[in-house]
């Protein structure tokens, strides 16, 4: 009986994986069938759809460090900003620590006419009713939901590299 069993679940295991591998290549077919040629419109329409209607939203902001991140106070958030079709996220972090941001690498942000973003100063408060100044950025954002090089000065004087994703905009009302 228990052979049975086996033989039953591994005959259902291998019937889907068949199945799925039909969806796989009717997928292959149809990209086959275009030639792997992106028009310039399709382009700009994905681009175009990535990109939220002018307005404000809150979104995630996440980065690959433990020492560079939002405030607990945000609860991992930012605020978006479209305008015009670009964005970009406001974020408060958690001290004074981080003294500028520049969006890209930190070799390109040491160079004589980078534009170097400056600080502003955010009042935090905490679930406790504690509040606290810390340091904001306004970061432009090429794209949502994919990581992009964003490099920080801290107080020592030396340009640090990191990855950030923005993500999940919501509409604020």
Known sequence: MRKLKWRSLALA???????MMGTVNVWAKEE??????ETEENSSAAEEDTVPED???????DTDSNMFHVNEAMDGKGVLTVEDGEMTVHVSLVSK???NL???????????DAEI???TIDTVTYSDGMTEEVYGFDIPVPVLDEEFD????GKKGTWYDHKVTVSNPVAEE
Do not use: H, M, R
């Open 13 to 19: 295991l291998a019937v889907s994986t068949i199945a």
């Open 32 to 37: 086959t069938e275009t030639d792997g040629k």
């Open 55 to 61: 307005g404000v939203y809150t979104v995630d902001f």
């Open 97 to 99: 620590n981080i003294v």
């Open 102 to 112: 520049y969006c890209g690498l930190a070799q390109d942000a040491q160079e004589e």
């Open 117 to 119: 973003l400056e600080p």
């Open 150 to 153: 964003v490099a920080l000065l």
